[in-house]
């Protein structure tokens, strides 16, 4: 399967606890997309990235969360001190490089802080 | 305002009815439009890109009227299948990334 994974599928945390998702997006992709999504929402944008650099980051991201994608392929997404409105699905996409080319999402990881 | 708007429904339909999901965005400049298909619990998938002169892909149908800032999806001869969540997807086109803005999606129950 070439498609973006992501890795866990789901995770329970306690809250304060630290969580850490992977992503792998599709070998060819450049671009790399972190959203978060909550039930009855379409998807948020979060953070993205172009190679290995975090280009955009929403106000959605607060300084509990940090992206990175060390080095252009991969990526992690951590979110600490984790609180109960953090309870959602993260998605990763990717695409190829301009704008406009659709983005290809993996299956996302839920997360649920209790 | 929201930069997309959809009605949540639910729309339920007997098989075989023709159903229509309306769109509206807010952004004059946008550029791309899209509709996904999302399934309960699982990740968007993308059903269609729309195109200005409208577009048709088997069962179902895509427009857009950029005067009205409104995109539609039509879906005939409904199946089973067809239940999930539907997505309007805008993109404004400028650099960067945080221009893709998703509606709240369209939910469609299609009935035996």
């Known amino acids: 399967d070439t498609g973006v994974s992501q890795d866990p599928r789901h995770k329970i945390t306690k809250r304060g606890q630290n969580v850490t998702f992977r992503c792998d997006p599709i070998?060819?992709?450049?671009?790399l997309y972190w959203y978060r999504q909550t039930l009855g929402q379409g998807p948020e944008f979060l953070t993205y990235?172009?190679?290995?650099?975090?280009?955009?980051k929403s106000r959605l991201l607060s300084d509990r969360f940090s992206a990175e994608r060390p080095k252009g392929s991969f990526s992690t997404l951590e979110i600490q001190r984790t609180e109960q409105g953090d309870s959602a699905m993260y998605l990763c996409?990717?695409?190829?490089?301009?704008?406009?080319?659709?983005?290809?999402f993996g299956e996302g990881s839920w997360l649920t802080v209790v | 305002r929201k930069e997309v708007e959809q009605d949540p429904g639910p729309f339920n339909v007997p098989e075989g009815a023709t159903v229509a999901f309306n769109c509206t965005y807010s952004?004059?400049?946008?550029?791309?439009f899209f509709w996904y298909r999302q399934d309960c619990r699982k990740e968007p998938k993308l059903l269609m890109s729309?195109?200005?002169s409208g577009n048709e892909d088997g069962r179902f149908t895509a427009q857009l009227n950029r005067a009205s800032q409104y995109i539609s999806l039509l879906i005939r001869d409904s199946k089973l299948s067809d239940s999930a969540t539907y997505l309007c997807?805008?993109?404004?086109?400028?650099?960067?990334?945080?221009?893709?803005?998703f509606g709240t999606g369209t939910r469609l129950t299609v009935i035996p």
């Open positions: 996409a990717s695409s190829r490089g301009s704008s406009g080319n659709t983005i290809y």
């Open positions: 070998s060819e992709h450049n671009r």
């Open positions: 990235f172009q190679n290995e650099a975090q280009l955009e």
């Open positions: 952004n004059s400049a946008s550029q791309s």
């Open positions: 729309v195109y200005s």
């Open positions: 997807v805008v993109n404004r086109g400028q650099t960067g990334a945080n221009n893709l803005f």
